[in-house]
C-alpha cells in the first residue's frame, strides 16, 4: 500500500455541514499527531448551509425554524468569524502545523501569503481582483445580525470596485492552523437576512439585505463564462507554487478514518436531525 504524501490536496465533492466540519477537525488532528503537514481541501455544500463562528451564539444569528424552511442547515466552524451562507461557492480549507512556512508567524502574515494565492488563482481564471490591507477592517466588538460579507477584514480579496469575493476566518491550536475561505460565485448573501433571530426587525434586515447586495461580488458576476473547476484547479497551481513543490490529490477515503462519523454526529445541530 503506497503512504499518503504528507502535505496534500483533496476535493471532497459536495457534502453536509456537519461533515464539512468533521473532516477538518479530523484532519487538524492528524496534523497534531504528526501524521500530516498541510492539507489544502476544496469542497462544496449540500444541503446550503450557514455556518456559524465558533464563538457565535446560534440564537443571535438566524432563526432555525426560517433555516428548516429553506431546507438549509446550521453548523458550526471551527474557524472564528462571522455567519455565512454557503451555497453558490467554491470553498477551501487549507489545515497545517503552525510551523509551516505558509502559515507560520503573525495572523496578517498567513492572511497576506494565503490572500496571494487565492488572488494569482482568481488571475489565473481571467479575473481582474484586488488584494491589501483594507482601510474597512475593523476591531470593533462584533454585533449579532452582522454577517460576514457586511464587513472588510486585513487582506480582503474584491473585485475592482470593492466587493468582497473571498470571505475567510481562522483558527489556531498550539500546533495547529486552519483557515476556512469562500469564493462566491454567485452572491446569495442576501437570503441571510431572512434568516435573521424572529426578534430582529424589518428596519435591520432591510439594512442587512442591503449591504450584503452591495458590498459581495461573485466570480460568475464578472465572467459568467468561467467554469469553476478552472478555479478550482488553479486554485491547487497557486497553492503549489506558493509552497514551491507538488501537491498530489488524494481521494478523501485515503484520509477517512473511523473517528470521522463521531465528529460528524457531534457537529450536528438540531435542525439536520429534524
Keep these: 500500500m503506497t503512504e499518503t504524501p504528507r502535505s496534500v490536496c483533496v476535493r471532497s465533492g459536495r457534502r453536509t455541514g456537519a461533515w464539512n466540519m468533521a473532516f477538518d477537525q479530523l484532519m487538524m488532528s492528524r496534523i497534531d499527531d504528526g501524521r500530516l503537514d498541510l492539507v489544502l481541501r476544496i469542497f462544496g455544500w449540500s ?24 431546507g438549509f442547515h446550521v453548523v458550526r466552524r471551527p ?5 455565512v451562507l454557503h451555497s453558490s461557492e467554491i470553498t477551501y480549507s487549507l489545515a497545517a502545523s503552525r510551523a509551516h512556512t505558509l502559515v507560520r508567524g503573525s495572523i496578517e502574515e498567513s492572511l497576506r501569503r494565503i490572500s496571494r494565492a487565492i488572488v494569482e488563482a482568481l488571475e489565473m481564471s481571467g479575473l481582474e481582483v484586488c488584494s491589501g490591507p483594507s482601510p474597512r477592517s475593523s476591531g470593533a466588538r462584533r454585533k449579532p445580525a452582522n454577517p460576514c460579507f457586511t464587513s472588510h477584514a486585513p ?41 435573521l433571530p424572529r426578534g430582529v426587525e424589518e428596519p435591520v434586515r432591510v439594512r442587512v439585505r442591503k449591504t450584503l447586495r452591495r ?5 460568475l458576476e464578472m465572467d459568467p463564462e468561467l467554469d469553476p473547476e478552472v478555479v ?43
Design 215 to 219: 458590498s459581495c461580488g461573485g466570480v
Design 79 to 83: 474557524t472564528g468569524g462571522r455567519a
Design 155 to 195: 487582506w480582503e480579496i474584491t473585485t475592482p470596485d470593492g466587493r468582497k469575493l473571498v470571505g475567510s476566518a481562522q483558527a489556531r491550536t498550539s500546533s495547529v492552523f486552519l483557515e476556512h475561505g469562500s469564493i462566491i460565485l454567485r452572491n446569495q448573501q442576501p437570503l441571510l437576512a431572512d434568516l
Design 47 to 70: 444541503p446550503p448551509c450557514v455556518s456559524l463562528g465558533k464563538l457565535q451564539r446560534l440564537e443571535e444569528e438566524v432563526d432555525p425554524e426560517s433555516v428548516h424552511r429553506m
Design 232 to 274: 478550482e484547479n488553479n486554485l491547487l497551481r497557486s497553492f503549489q507554487g506558493a509552497l514551491e513543490h507538488a501537491l498530489p490529490e488524494v481521494d478523501v477515503s485515503e484520509l477517512e478514518g473511523p473517528e470521522l462519523s463521531e465528529l460528524v454526529a457531534r457537529n450536528r445541530l438540531a435542525l439536520e436531525d429534524s
